[in-house]
């Protein structure tokens, strides 16, 4: 505490209130009622040593969640920048493969280059089925479309394959299906040439009229009929809408004693989705193999072509079924072409090429087929 007024002159002249002088024992003594004990020393010095502690603390507290957030960051960075090496240089080995695949067998529009490239193949599918998507926002997004499907459907006869159905989920070639018709015959008469070597195509869509082989000029009475392509248009109305339908059917079948629920088997309903997707096949090809080796493992009815795909080709940069009837695929051979271009979302519109074409039979070929027991 402070020195009071008395004390202080005391102190300073150097003599007590008597007005005589101070010994040293006086001033001690006069000194120390002001001057703290040595307890209280150690315990503010203690109190001091407290306080840097915690303000140590709180300063260590504040930096290690700084230094660790640091590191994490660079770590996240390290990993990301390792990622997009990685991912560019599989991208560029992806393109030169598809480049070289792309030069080395072109098909020239020719189906003798196709059989070519095919050659020696263990196998092909029955049925194939590919995914397109319809961009709208293009100006030619139809006529793209239109165009790969008549690619797709002179490759696939090249290959000796029965069956091509093509999926679209906005139903957009359904609409269109005289146009898709028009289209196709076109494309197979710049691969095979003008009848009678066109093949004869026919057009199927669920709950469409299937549409007949356009009328051809005939050779000596005859016509080509070696070579045969059905053509089957699906889109999204034709996987839940139709199980929504069937349910219902069964469901009215039953409560008015039509049907018994006993009845309502698997076999049933597997039967009758498949007949929503059935194609009758030609009478010349109804056993037909070419010389390859049958491929699904389910049995069928001659009269009428496999309605599930032997092997589904995805055109986008990853596997992305868009609402593909989830029934008909329990036993395809799925095979995504990819995108070099470097999205990986999903929503970009991979190109129909032959290259990507070509490798997903050789991969159909190549592949091990379990159908369980």
Request: proline residues 6%; contains cysteine; hydrophobic residues 35%.
């Amino acid at each position: 505490m402070p020195f009071n007024q008395d004390d202080t002159r005391f102190y300073r002249q150097d003599v007590d209130s008597r007005g005589q002088t101070m010994s040293v024992d006086e001033r001690r003594e006069l000194l120390e009622r002001y001057l703290p004990r040595p307890s209280e020393l150690r315990s503010s010095s203690a109190r001091e040593q407290v306080r840097d502690q915690k303000r140590k603390q709180r300063r260590s507290r504040r930096l290690r969640p700084y230094l660790k957030q640091r590191l994490h960051l660079a770590i996240y960075l390290i990993i990301q920048l390792l990622f997009g090496i990685f991912i560019r240089v599989r991208q560029i080995v992806s393109a030169l493969f598809q480049k070289f695949i792309a030069v080395r067998h072109y098909h020239h529009r020719t189906p003798a280059y196709i059989q070519k490239d095919l050659k020696g193949l263990s196998r092909l599918p029955e049925h194939l089925s590919v995914i397109l998507r319809y961009d709208a926002r293009s100006d030619d997004g139809l006529e793209t479309l239109l165009d790969d499907v008549a690619e797709l459907a002179a490759w696939s006869t090249a290959a000796g394959i029965p069956l091509l159905s093509v999926y679209e989920k906005t139903g957009v070639l359904k609409q269109y299906m005289s146009a898709v018709q028009e289209i196709v015959q076109q494309k197979l008469v710049l691969y095979f040439g003008a009848p009678p070597s066109t093949p004869v195509l026919q057009v199927f869509a669920p709950n469409y009229p299937s549409l007949s082989p356009l009328p051809s000029p005939q050779i000596n009475g005859t016509t080509n009929t070696n070579l045969n392509l059905s053509l089957l248009l699906l889109s999204e109305s034709d996987g839940r809408e139709t199980l929504v339908d069937l349910t219902r059917t069964l469901t009215e079948m039953a409560q008015a004693q039509k049907l018994r629920p006993k009845d309502i088997t698997v076999d049933l309903i597997d039967t009758e989705i498949s007949a929503s997707t059935s194609v009758p096949a030609p009478s010349n090809n109804a056993q037909r193999t070419n010389g390859h080796k049958k491929t699904n493992g389910v049995k069928h009815d001659d009269t009428y072509l496999p309605s599930e795909p032997d092997l589904l080709i995805v055109f986008a940069p990853v596997i992305k079924l868009d609402g593909y009837p989830p029934w008909q695929i329990r036993l395809t051979e799925i095979f995504c072409v990819g995108d070099s271009g470097g999205d990986v979302s999903g929503r970009s519109r991979t190109r129909v090429e032959y290259q990507g074409f070509l490798r997903a039979l050789w991969n159909y070929a190549g592949a091990e087929f379990r159908f369980g027991s």
